[in-house]
């Protein structure tokens, strides 16, 4: 007989704020916390279902005995225990965590005014600037990741450029096309922008050319042959 785990029973709160983890977007929460939040909901007996250990496992795709330390770690502790990660203070994967005042640290320096003398910033520089400025010691893929979450991309500058051999011609040309870009919103004449498309002529054959003597008539056929429609 396939084996039961204790019950859990959430109340509504507990339930409604599990939801909304699930419901938040994934880069909050980490997919361990995850995976416990929807051990739970599959363990809550509350909403009249009774799963086994391996039903619950399979539903938060997880192994049987992480099903039964949750469910534990609820039952003993209460819900602030169950999807809380309680990390060795010495151990190396907390001291790599990243607190919020330490991401906006990150954030706030990315966002500023670039050091005399560099054109941008980069990672070993927003490293170096963070250790100086702030005694705050991070990696360059630490950084790096923290920008990206919050789409941040200091290294890259917004700027029409203008290419260094253009003729005057050209860069007439493009003031033009930029002021059709800068023109304000207007719902009676707005602006399409069409991008270019190679396109084929589906379907399409020429007429067979008289092939002389040492031509074969039906090579020239078979080259000529009707592309399928897609």
């Given at each position: 007989?396939?084996?039961?785990?204790?019950?859990?029973?959430?109340?509504?709160?507990?339930?409604?704020?599990?939801?909304?983890?699930?419901?938040?977007?994934?880069?909050?929460?980490?997919?361990?916390?995850?995976?416990?939040?929807?051990?739970?909901?599959?363990?809550?007996?509350?909403?009249?279902?009774?799963?086994?250990?391996?039903?619950?496992?399979?539903?938060?795709?997880?192994?049987l005995a992480t099903v039964t330390k949750?469910?534990?770690?609820?039952?003993?502790?209460?819900?602030?225990?169950?999807?809380?990660?309680?990390?060795?203070?010495?151990?190396?994967?907390?001291?790599?965590?990243?607190?919020?005042?330490?991401?906006?640290?990150?954030?706030?320096?990315?966002?500023?005014?670039?050091?005399?003398?560099?054109?941008?910033?980069s990672l070993r520089l927003l490293k170096?600037?963070?250790?100086?400025?702030?005694?705050?010691?991070?990696?360059?893929?630490?950084?790096?990741?923290?920008?990206?979450?919050?789409?941040?991309?200091?290294?890259?500058?917004?700027?029409?450029?203008?290419?260094?051999?253009?003729?005057?011609?050209?860069?007439?040309?493009?003031?033009?096309?930029?002021?059709?870009?800068?023109?304000?919103?207007?719902?009676?004449?707005?602006?399409?922008?069409?991008?270019?498309?190679?396109?084929?002529?589906?379907?399409?054959?020429?007429?067979?050319?008289?092939?002389?003597?040492?031509?074969?008539?039906?090579?020239?056929?078979?080259?000529?042959?009707?592309?399928?429609?897609?």
């Open positions: 007989m396939p084996k039961r785990c204790k019950g859990i029973f959430l109340n509504e709160e507990e339930r409604a704020e599990i939801k909304t983890m699930l419901d938040e977007d994934y880069k909050y929460y980490s997919q361990t916390i995850l995976a416990r939040c929807r051990i739970l909901l599959a363990l809550d007996r509350s909403t009249g279902y009774n799963r086994t250990r391996q039903e619950v496992a399979d539903i938060a795709r997880v192994s949750v469910a534990k770690l609820y039952n003993e502790c209460g819900l602030t225990s169950a999807i809380t990660l309680n990390r060795n203070p010495n151990s190396d994967i907390a001291s790599l965590k990243v607190d919020s005042a330490t991401e906006l640290l990150v954030i706030t320096l990315g966002c500023s005014q670039v050091p005399q003398g560099r054109s941008r910033w170096d600037k963070l250790y100086l400025d702030h005694k705050t010691e991070l990696g360059t893929s630490t950084i790096n990741r923290i920008l990206k979450s919050n789409d941040i991309k200091p290294h890259l500058l917004k700027c029409w450029c203008v290419p260094p051999d253009a003729s005057g011609d050209f860069v007439a040309a493009m003031e033009r096309v930029i002021e059709v870009y800068l023109r304000p919103y207007d719902k009676d004449y707005p602006v399409f922008c069409i991008d270019e498309k190679p396109l084929q002529k589906l379907g399409d054959k020429s007429d067979i050319m008289n092939c002389s003597h040492t031509q074969n008539s039906k090579f020239h056929a078979f080259k000529l042959y009707p592309r399928n429609k897609e």
